[in-house]
């Protein structure tokens, strides 16, 4: 059991890493991408503007 | 050779040479930085998938959902990649420490190893660098293997194309191995910094256009989206060390 919970935290960390806002918001850009793509939009620019926002927005949480 | 001919060797090898230098760039990333053995062992481990699939399907091959596997690679490499950037901004703005990355490499050595993901010492792999290369690895291969199959079938001459491809793919592995050398004697920082900004532009790239979106100018995007990164991250850089300055005068004043 302590080797499962242990692997859990080993994939937790290894996937989501220090900010889990990052992965949340990654997954939240690609839906949103898939969505006004699916829509015959032009979409190809959500990813950059999410990445960026992320980006930012995780490193002013760590400056504090 | 004939024109025709001609024409699907140049555009076989363009192509291909682009795939390969993407996985290549993703190769030497991870191997500079973290662990050559890992990533080799990455690389060999996606050829291994590559050529079962490969020999499996056939040219059914073409018929796998690549927009998928797109959206899944991208989307990891695109985290990542922004957490390799955020250590690194962080760490170039003075706001972390310059050389605690080798105790949290440790620490996570010592989890994976708890977990039962790595051997012992000295025979353990770094799970990153062996994930990152075999994702772009298998992603970048499966491409050459449908450029190979689609453009050799429409001119009937698949063994030409893959000959081809194989020029382009062994051209670019032998540019790598020139370029390493340099590469090793970057500041370690400067590097992971690098590696980040290549991540994140691949996550970003292949992420959107497994989700559906089209880039400008197909491939070709990625020139603008490297730098546009690189760009963005100097620019966080430069603001958190103004920010870190201007507390720092607050606090002396």
Redesign the interface.
Known sequence: MSRLRAFGAFLWDFVVGDDWRIALGVVVALSVTAVVAGAGLSAWWIMPVATVGLLAASLWRAAG | MSGAEVGLVLSVLTACAVEAVEALTIVLAVGVARSWRSAFTGVGAALLALAVITAALGPAVTALPLGVLR?VV???L???G??W???A??RASG?KALHDELAAFEE?RA??R????LGGPGRGLD??SFTVAFKGVLLEGLEVVFIVLTFGANQHNVPLAAAAAAVAVLGVAAAGVVAHAPLSRVPENTLKFGVGVML?SF??FW??E???????GGDA?LLA?VP??LA??LG?VAA?RA??DARRSAVSA
């Open positions: 959206v991208g989307g990891l695109l985290v990542f922004l957490q950037l955020r250590k901004i962080l706001l996570e989890a994976a708890a977990a039962g993901v799970p990153y994140t996550g970003i992420g959107a497994g989700a559906g979106a089209h880039w400008p995007a989206i546009a990164t963005c991250a966080m958190l920010r870190t």
